[in-house]
């Protein structure tokens, strides 16, 4: 299981990404918004395949040209190290389409 990250610490490691917004204090949010409603499909498309080889999943929701990723770790029954990691990830995999 993955650790948690301390309480006292998941603000600060919140705000050193880019535009992930802390929720409930458990899950953290990013809104990604695209051109072209196919380009923010293969964008999910790309997530979805890295997520799948990791074992972790975002929840995902599409709204027209606007992907919204949200993360927990419900093992930890919270954040952990791996949620920030894919966090990330998925902003490097979001620059490519910029």
Same mark, same amino acid.
């Given at each position: 299981m993955?650790e948690?990250?301390p309480?006292?610490?998941?603000?600060?490691?919140?705000?050193? *990404?880019n535009?992930?917004k802390?929720?409930?204090? @458990? #899950?953290?949010v990013?809104?990604?918004? #695209?051109?072209e409603? *196919?380009?923010g499909?293969e964008?999910?498309?790309?997530?979805?395949?890295?997520?799948e080889?990791i074992?972790?999943h975002? #929840?995902?929701?599409?709204?027209? @040209?606007?992907?919204? *990723?949200k993360?927990?770790?419900?093992?930890a029954?919270? *954040?952990?190290?791996?949620?920030?990691?894919?966090?990330?990830?998925?902003?490097?995999?979001y620059?490519?389409? @910029?």
């Amino acid at each position: 299981m993955e650790e948690r990250i301390p309480e006292q610490e998941i603000q600060s490691r919140v705000n050193e *990404l880019n535009g992930w917004k802390l929720e409930e204090e @458990k #899950f953290i949010v990013k809104r990604y918004r #695209f051109k072209e409603f *196919l380009t923010g499909i293969e964008f999910v498309n790309k997530i979805a395949a890295y997520s799948e080889d990791i074992q972790h999943h975002p #929840f995902i929701s599409i709204d027209y @040209k606007m992907v919204t *990723l949200k993360l927990t770790s419900w093992n930890a029954k919270g *954040l952990t190290y791996l949620d920030l990691k894919c966090a990330g990830h998925y902003d490097e995999v979001y620059e490519r389409y @910029k």
